[in-house]
């Protein structure tokens, strides 16, 4: 069982930037982030498969967003920058602990509760 918690949400004004971090209990080959805003579906933003062997974005986010892990001390980024009004939702952290590696949120196993970004 891998627990996840995500942290360094907040508020951030359009262009600005934000780093969202994903603390876990376990190793998992796959980290990903998601993100849902209001009223739609939960989408995959971006993942990091084992040490960057593999590396997913979403089209919205190519560009403005970087995906990381340490693995040594079990955490997870997602560095968000140009951030525009279209990014504001709750973020989500989740790890795959088998060999998926992508943006389906099928795929991963554990999640983190989420945290809010809210774009000004």
């Known amino acids: 069982h891998v627990q996840l918690v995500e942290s360094g949400g907040g508020s951030v004004p359009v262009g600005g930037t934000l780093r969202l971090n994903c603390t876990a209990s376990?190793?998992?080959?796959?980290m990903g982030w998601f993100r849902q805003a209001p009223g739609k579906e939960r989408e995959g933003v971006a993942a990091?498969?084992?040490?960057?062997?593999?590396?997913y974005y979403a089209d919205s986010v190519k560009g403005r967003f970087v995906v990381s892990r340490d693995i040594a001390n079990k955490m997870a980024f997602l560095e968000m920058s140009n951030i525009q009004p279209e990014d504001a939702g709750k973020y989500y952290c989740a790890a795959a602990t088998g060999l998926y590696s992508g943006l389906g949120d099928s795929g991963y196993n554990y999640w983190g509760q989420g945290t809010q970004v809210t774009v000004s």
């Open positions: 376990g190793y998992a080959f796959c």
């Open positions: 990091l498969y084992g040490r960057g062997e593999r590396i």
